[in-house]
Structure formats: structure tokens, C-alpha cells
Nanobody
Framework: QVQLVESGGGLVQAGGSLRLSCAASGSISSINVMAWYRQAPGKERESVATISSGGSTAYARSVNGRFTISRDNAKNTVYLQMNSLKPEDTAVYYC?????????WGQGTRVTVSS
């Protein structure tokens, strides 16, 4: 498995931007997909964006066109650039890495968007 450490969360006004980072360590070469999830208060955890080992990306409809997931293989880091933030984007954001055999999560970073 891998260990994941997120950073970059914080408080931002609606319309602002934040960039989240997720640094991975451990069995990096075995990672198939990396992703960002979020969990808002009282709601289930939901997928926000994914990026495969080949660089293919996918986004939730609610963030498509505003968020961009990317990865820097040299730094073993995945980023989530979040633009045009809305109050409904407020949540704890979790980094995920997985393959067919395991599924690893970071500890989460909180994002709060004020109106």
C-alpha cells in the first residue's frame, strides 16, 4: 500500500481558488488510480476527480470545468486545482490511491467556502 498526506485546505471566499496537494510514499509504482473525494457535513463521501496511471481524468458533474486534477510523477504528488469555488464545495477532501488489491486514504484536509 501507500501512505498519503494531503495539504492545501483552508478558508476561501466564494469565487476564489485553492490547490490541494497529496504526497504519496510507499509502493508508488503499484498505484493504478489516484483520486480526490470529499465529504460534506451530514453527507456521504463522494468522488470528485480521478486520474489514472496513464493520465486519463474524470470529474464529478458538479465540479467539471472548475476543478482540475493533475499528477507530478517525479514528486509522487497529485494536485486538485479548485477554481470558482462555491459554498457547496465546503467539505473535507480526501486523497485516495488504489489498485486491484488495496485502497489507501489520506487523513483529509478541510475546505471551507464562505458566501
Amino acid at each position: 500500500q501507500v501512505q498519503l498526506v494531503e495539504s492545501g485546505g483552508g478558508l476561501v471566499q466564494a469565487g476564489g481558488s485553492l490547490r490541494l496537494s497529496c504526497a504519496a510514499s510507499g509502493s508508488i509504482s503499484s498505484i493504478n488510480v489516484m483520486a480526490w473525494y470529499r465529504q460534506a457535513p451530514g453527507k456521504e463521501r463522494e468522488s470528485v476527480a480521478t486520474i489514472s496511471s496513464g493520465g486519463s481524468t474524470a470529474y464529478a458533474r458538479s465540479v467539471n470545468g472548475r476543478f482540475t486534477i493533475s499528477r507530478d510523477n517525479a514528486k509522487n504528488t497529485v494536485y486538485l486545482q479548485m477554481n470558482s469555488l462555491k459554498p457547496e464545495d465546503t467539505a473535507v477532501y480526501y486523497c485516495n490511491a488504489n489498485n486491484l488489491f488495496w485502497n489507501s486514504w489520506g487523513q483529509g484536509t478541510r475546505v471551507t467556502v464562505s458566501s
